[in-house]
């Protein structure tokens, strides 16, 4: 990797898993099985979108808040998605109809399954009840972003033409280039995130993003640990993608980084349905 993590540091990063409370219960698994040199510090970052779309959004979540004993994780952090955010929206007030239409519908169908027959009051107020307990408030309190040594993880990307500090921050009005919504301008830029000190202009250096959000896969894993090439952006945007399109289908991308000696390395990884008493894809 042209950037690195610190001396004795490993970083476990997970995509997008969208209800797929089986495939992160795997890829945990898989994390905690994974041997480290003594005295390293393990680091677990999931980077948001855990619920909606796909069929166990409650038990992601309980899986969530277990994180750091599940993985003997030193530290753990959970990084805020969109789906995370409109579900906040929704518990503050705001009309349901985003988050409904995006996905929040399955986590209603987990809530209660007549939902629908109720007004919407009644069913905030079982949505408030039965999430499980914690989570929201972690959500409030988390980041939007953390960054450990030359890596920046972030659910959805950063933008190009806004600094940093401006664009990361957590209480920023929702738009589309917001740090949870981006797209376009992020996934297309391949001018580096580095900063000029002289001239405040973006540059190709050792600065790698680390995110989800925008699937990089579409298709169906089969086993050949070529089909995640499209997640490795590094050569030509800076960028690794762990969205392994969760959204579409039960496969969740996540990987680990680490140095060996003064290099840092990265290995990707993907878990998916066919293949979970097996583990994971190397």
Do not use: K
């Amino acid at each position: 990797m042209p950037g690195s993590v610190p001396d004795g540091t490993e970083v476990f990063a997970v995509g997008d898993i969208h209800g797929r409370a089986d495939l992160l219960s795997a890829c945990l698994d898989e994390i905690a099985e994974t041997e480290r040199e003594p005295g390293t510090e393990r680091v677990i970052v999931l980077l948001g979108d855990l619920i909606d779309r796909g069929p166990d959004s409650l038990r992601a979540i309980r899986l969530a808040l277990d994180t750091d004993a599940l993985t003997r994780a030193d530290r753990f952090v959970l990084l805020p998605g969109n789906h995370e955010l409109m579900l906040l929206d929704v518990l503050d007030g705001v009309d349901p109809a985003l988050w409904i239409g995006n996905g929040g519908a399955t986590l209603m169908d987990e809530i209660e399954g007549e939902w629908r027959r109720r007004p919407w009051s009644d069913s905030l107020r079982l949505l408030n009840d039965r999430l499980p307990d914690g989570f929201a408030d972690m959500v409030r309190a988390a980041p939007s972003n953390t960054r450990i040594g030359d890596f920046v993880f972030v659910h959805a990307g950063l933008d190009p033409e806004v600094d940093d500090a401006v664009h990361l921050d957590r209480r920023r009005p929702v738009d589309d280039r917001h740090w949870a919504w981006i797209r376009h301008e992020f996934l297309t830029w391949q001018g580096g995130w580095d900063v000029e000190s002289e001239t405040g202009a973006r540059a190709v250096g050792r600065t790698i993003v680390v995110h989800g959000h925008t699937p990089a896969l579409r298709g169906r894993l089969t086993g050949n640990p070529g089909e995640l090439a499209p997640l490795d952006g590094v050569d030509t945007h800076c960028a690794v993608c762990l969205d392994a399109g969760a959204a579409y289908r039960p496969q969740v991308g996540w990987a680990r980084f680490w140095r060996d000696g003064e290099t840092t390395l990265m290995q990707i990884h993907a878990t998916y349905d066919a293949q979970l008493d097996a583990g994971w894809l190397p």
